[in-house]
């Protein structure tokens, strides 16, 4: 027989832990509602730029930085608005992004790519960023890419344009705004056999790294299906500094054109080299010796000075055009630094911009919310009937009608065919845009070869 | 055979850079014993002489041109350069043109400068210290003065062109009874080679034929008796310090029309003359400048085509992996004195 009896101290006890109980799920329930890696509190959200300070493309990534800040400011109803007014999509009214305050940390990518997922992981862990953006090198957008997918955060790719970003190593929550090596070569191949016409030998230097890789790859498959002979292709490190034991051989080769699939800080110098070496007044299979580089920038030519007179190339975007949203973010850009931003600078800011905006479309900072909200719903680009035209279409942005393809979350826009300019009114006017490829001709569909292989898998809302 | 000749041509220049980086080193380490990892910082710091004189030369006061708008659309402001205000837009323009050579004068007082209060303000602190000490304090010197560089400069190349008489190519091939086109050299990287040869000449000269120059190399054998006969040799080893310190200053300056300065060209060029200096023979002057220029060669023959595709990626190693060799069968160095590094 059992005798119950209860004290005051067994009641406070039994009190306490039924408490506790009671109190239990609660906690849990509240953990729970933190569904996703560092939601924002109520009165602020932070951004990750993760941009090269150091190393080969520390131009890109100084500039890419200045954007990011007239983003935040913009975002944040600062300053002149810049392209909020000309934005097709009207949901962002600068007060921020939900309600709360934009800030930012930044990280040092060094162009290296686990410094570059070293500086975002500190930035997702210690700073609590939601989105991660940046970077210049496509080495380095991969990596980190994969890190962000993992961590389920956000991550919009800066300058890169290696086709691997958005094709092998595509990512559900990365999205890529730049356009890629296979856009390049499509749109330039056309324009270098007008120039130059069929009947060319090429000998490729190629930055030994995703991006040249791929690089190398479209614009060889580009220039030989209009004729072109490809003589040889010689892989460079990232690292290099002196072209010049590379450009040697380049003179006995047959060649008679040299395409330098190289970017930033190793364009500068390898044609900076090739020019010392004498290849532009070269005679060669009775045709003027050409240079080529596929993917340009203003920065690069300012590096190159004189050198890049006459050069071909092709670029994202470039600050003399005349469509509204490219002169409101010039205007914004120029009067608060004092220059005219570049393509890094402006693939930013967009991308800065479009997750912003996808972030309210979607009323939540979410990650899947928000990939759901740049997917789009079943919007497409006129002109190009394909099963695998939909996602995200815009304007507004500088680029004309863009659309941020679902299959891949890769951009579709028109790509600029550039040439060094003869004879430059000011220290920034570098490059002329000789030709504005339209968008279905540089369209591929998801499967095609140099993309192919890869999954976006699903979306990762991490914690 | 074309394709040989134009790699040892390449070498030269690149060699050139090797050898007086590894002079400057191998002095210090003869003369006060310091194993220098700022060396190459000082090369850099030369090549940065080379971007500021250019920099002063172009200095210019604004005009605004109404007749044109700049890229916001207001009227384009003009500069012009004070010297061509001064000196005539012709004259002007070329002094301009001139900035690099004319660094050199700028460069040898500022380069001696610096080297003297490299050593006199701290590098004198460390040398009765282990050399893994020396190591550390020079290695963080040479970040410091890297990270102060990019302060002022920038992190990017900025370009720094030769005179105009100098772009351009010699046709070596036409010379050597081949067909025009084929053995072509840039100007600039002859005159570099050539005023390597007069650097290392002069200061061979000097080591050899003045009394001061004998009495450092006596210092260099003995540095205690040296110090017994009444000689105030430490004097005599801080001027070497500024003396090696203006040549890498030199070497940079030159070097920049060849590559647009950088704030981290020192430490690209540090290493590989580390492992000049280890070949050559530490403390051996001739030796570090007979392992640049072979070293030189060599990575330039490795960069060749058919090198490389019968060993991927040799151009990357070559120069270490002759070190090794080198430190395995012979490890005092090509011209290395008996006993060194060998005990």
Redesign the interface.
């Known amino acids: 027989m059992s005798k119950f009896t209860v004290t005051r101290r067994g009641a406070l006890k039994t009190g306490a832990a039924a408490g506790a109980g009671l109190a239990l799920p609660t906690i849990f329930t509240a953990g729970a509602a933190r569904a996703f890696t560092n939601e924002p509190g109520a009165s602020s959200v932070t951004l990750g730029f993760n941009v090269p300070?150091?190393?080969p493309y520390?131009?890109e990534?100084?500039d890419e930085l200045r954007a990011y800040q007239l983003a935040v400011e913009h975002l944040n109803g600062e300053g002149d608005g810049g392209m909020l007014q000309t934005f097709s999509s009207k949901v962002l009214d600068g007060t921020g992004i939900l309600g709360r305050k934009v800030e930012y940390v930044t990280g040092d990518t060094q162009t290296k790519s686990d410094a570059a997922r070293a500086s975002a992981k500190s930035m997702i862990e210690k700073d609590g960023a939601i989105m991660i953006t940046g970077g210049s090198s496509s080495g380095v957008a991969v990596a980190v890419q994969g890190l962000c997918q993992e961590a389920g955060v956000i991550f919009m790719a800066g300058l890169t344009h290696s086709n691997d970003t958005t094709g092998k190593d595509k990512k559900a929550n990365g999205f890529r705004h730049f356009f890629d090596a296979y856009m390049s070569g499509a749109a330039l191949a056309p324009v270098l056999a007008k120039m130059y016409g069929n009947d060319r030998k090429a000998y490729h230097l190629t930055a030994d790294y995703t991006w040249g890789w791929t690089q190398q790859e479209s614009i060889q498959a580009a220039t030989e299906a209009l004729g072109w002979e490809t003589v040889?292709n010689?892989l460079t490190?990232l690292?290099a500094?002196?072209f010049?034991?590379?450009i040697?051989?380049v003179?006995?080769s047959g060649a008679d054109v040299l395409i330098l699939n190289h970017y930033g800080?190793n364009m500068?110098?390898s044609l900076?080299?090739a020019v010392?070496?004498?290849l532009r007044?070269?005679?060669?299979n009775g045709k003027n010796f050409e240079i080529v580089v596929p993917l340009y920038s203003r920065?690069m030519a300012k590096?190159?000075?004189?050198n890049v007179k006459g050069i071909f190339g092709s670029t994202n975007w470039h600050?003399?055009l005349q469509d509204e949203g490219s002169q409101a973010f010039?205007?914004s850009f120029?009067?608060k630094y004092g220059?005219?931003p570049s393509q890094a600078a402006h693939t930013c800011y967009v991308q800065t911009l479009l997750y912003a905006d996808a972030v309210t479309r979607a009323n939540s900072f979410e990650p899947c919310a928000v990939v759901e909200a740049l997917e789009g719903g079943d919007s497409s680009l006129p002109g190009i009937d394909s099963p695998s035209n939909k996602g995200y279409l815009f304007d507004g942005l500088g680029n004309g009608p863009t659309l941020y393809r679902a299959a891949d979350h890769q951009c579709f826009k028109d790509v600029l065919v550039v040439k060094g300019k003869d004879n430059p009114?000011?220290e920034?006017?570098l490059l002329e845009v000789v030709e504005v490829t339209p968008v279905d001709q540089v369209w591929y569909e998801p499967d095609h070869p140099m993309f192919a292989g890869g999954d976006l898998g699903q979306c990762n809302n991490g914690a | 055979m074309d394709a040989i000749i134009l790699q040892i041509l390449n070498g030269l220049d690149k060699g050139s850079a090797y050898a007086l980086i590894a002079l400057g080193l191998t002095l210090i380490f003869g003369t006060l014993g310091v194993v220098n990892f700022a060396h190459g910082a000082l090369f850099m710091l030369g090549a940065f002489c080379a971007v500021t004189l250019n920099r002063l030369l172009t200095l210019s006061f604004e005009t605004i041109d109404e007749t044109k708008t700049d890229f916001l659309g207001n009227p384009m402001k003009v500069k012009t350069p004070y010297v061509e205000a001064w000196f005539g837009p012709e004259t002007g323009a070329a002094i301009i043109d001139w900035a690099v050579p004319l660094s050199i004068l700028f460069a040898i007082p500022i380069m001696i400068a610096i080297g003297f209060a490299m050593e006199r303000g701290l590098i004198k602190h460390f040398y009765k210290r282990p050399h893994a000490d020396q190591i550390l304090v020079t290695f963080g010197l040479a970040i410091v003065l890297q990270e102060l560089i990019k302060l002022f400069f920038g992190a990017n190349p900025i370009p720094t062109p030769a005179p105009d008489i100098f772009r351009g190519s010699f046709d070596f091939g036409v010379l050597l009874g081949f067909d025009p086109n084929v053995i072509i050299y840039p100007y600039w990287r002859m005159v570099y080679f050539l005023f390597a040869m007069v650097i290392i000449g002069g200061v061979f000269a000097f080591l050899q034929f003045t009394t001061f120059g004998m009495v450092v190399r006596a210092g260099m054998a003995d540095r205690e008796t040296v110090g017994l006969l009444g000689i105030d040799i430490d004097k005599r080893f801080t001027f070497m310090f500024g003396l090696a310190a203006a040549v890498a200053g030199l070497a940079g300056v030159m070097y920049a029309p060849i590559n647009s300065p950088n704030y981290h060209m020192g430490m690209d060029f540090l290493v590989l003359s580390f492992v000049v200096v280890v070949v050559g023979g530490m403390g051996s002057l001739p030796g570090a400048v007979l392992a640049g220029f072979l070293l030189g060669i060599l990575e330039s023959f490795a960069s060749m085509t058919w090198v490389k595709d019968i060993v991927p990626g040799i151009d990357q190693i070559i120069i270490y992996l002759v070190a090794i060799i080198i430190l395995l069968t012979r490890p005092r160095g090509l011209m290395g004195r008996k006993g060194v590094m060998e005990d």
Request: zero cysteines; hydrophobic letters at 30%.
């Open positions: 300070q150091t190393g520390a131009d990534g100084a040889n010689v490190p690292a500094t002196d010049s034991s590379y040697a051989p003179l006995n800080g500068v110098n900076t080299n010392q070496f004498g007044d070269k005679q060669v920065l590096g190159a000075g004189e600050w003399s010039v205007k120029g009067t220059f005219p009114t000011s920034f006017d």
